[in-house]
C-alpha cells in the first residue's frame, strides 16, 4: 500500500519569500511521485512529477522538487512566492502514470502582502 | 498535457433523483480513467478505477449499485448517481493518463437538495 504525508495543513509564506511545502510518502514499489495545485472550485494542474529520472524535478510556475529516497521525500520549493501561488497543493504517489493515485491531505498556501 | 473535461461543472438535483457526470479525454485515448469524491476542504479520494470495455473496480467502501460507472469507448466515462441523497453532495473529479501522468477534469459541483 502507499500513503503520502503533507506536514502542515496550512502555510503562510511573504511575498517574495521562499516557499517549502513537505511531503513524505510510504511505497513498497519505486514511486511516481507528483504535486498537484488546485485553485478554488477546479480541478487539479500537475505542477511536477517524479518517474525515476533526474531527482531534482523542476516544473510550471517556477516550483521544483527533489526526490530524496533516504528520506523517503519529495518538498516542494519555489524560491520567491507571488500572490498567485496562494491555492491549496497536493502531493500524491502511484505505482505507475496509469495507475490511481493516492493523495496527501493537502497544504493551503496563502502568500501575505 | 493532455486535456480532460467533466460536464456538467456544476448540478442541482433534488433527493431520489439519479445525475449522470461525464469526463472525457479530448486529445488522448484513456483505457483507464479514475474517480474522485472530494469534500470541502479535505483531499481527493478515488471511488473507482474506470475500465474501458469491462466492469470498474470500486474502492472499499463505495457502492457500486449507486455509483454507476461506465467506460464504453476510449474517450468517455460516465458516473451515475443513482437515488442521490443529500449526503452524495460533494465534488466530483475524473481523470485519465499515459503512462507517466494522470491529468484531472475541472471537476462537477454535486449538490442535492
Known amino acids: 500500500a502507499q500513503s503520502v504525508t503533507q506536514l502542515g495543513s496550512h502555510v503562510s509564506v511573504s511575498e517574495g519569500a521562499l516557499v517549502l511545502l513537505r511531503c513524505n510518502y510510504s511505497?513498497?514499489?519505486?514511486?511516481?511521485l507528483f504535486w498537484y495545485v488546485q485553485y478554488p472550485n477546479q480541478g487539479l494542474q500537475l505542477l511536477l512529477k517524479y518517474t525515476s529520472a533526474a531527482t531534482l524535478v523542476k516544473g510550471i510556475n517556477g516550483f521544483e522538487a527533489e526526490f530524496k529516497k533516504s528520506e523517503t521525500s519529495f518538498h516542494l520549493t519555489k524560491p520567491s512566492a507571488h500572490m498567485s501561488d496562494a491555492a491549496e497543493y497536493f502531493c500524491?504517489?502511484?505505482?505507475?502514470?496509469?495507475?490511481?493515485?493516492?493523495f496527501g491531505t493537502g497544504t493551503r498556501l496563502t502568500i501575505i502582502p | 498535457g493532455a486535456v480532460v473535461s467533466q460536464h456538467p461543472s456544476r448540478v442541482i438535483c433534488k433527493s431520489g433523483t439519479s445525475v449522470k457526470i461525464e469526463c472525457r479525454s479530448l486529445d488522448f485515448q484513456a483505457t483507464t480513467m479514475f474517480w474522485y469524491r472530494q469534500f470541502p476542504k479535505q483531499s481527493l479520494m478515488l471511488m473507482a478505477t474506470?475500465?474501458?470495455?469491462?466492469?470498474?473496480?470500486?474502492e472499499q467502501g463505495v457502492e457500486k449499485d449507486k455509483f454507476l460507472i461506465n467506460h464504453a469507448s476510449l474517450t468517455l466515462s460516465t458516473l451515475t448517481v443513482t437515488s442521490a441523497h443529500p449526503e452524495d453532495s460533494s465534488f466530483y473529479i475524473c481523470?485519465?493518463?499515459?503512462?507517466?501522468?494522470?491529468?484531472f477534469g475541472p471537476g462537477t459541483r454535486l449538490l442535492v437538495l
Open positions: 500524491a504517489v502511484s505505482e505507475g502514470g496509469n495507475e490511481k493515485l493516492t
Open positions: 481523470s485519465g493518463g499515459d503512462v507517466e501522468t494522470q491529468y
Open positions: 474506470s475500465n474501458e470495455g469491462s466492469k470498474a473496480t470500486y
Open positions: 511505497s513498497s514499489v519505486p514511486p511516481y
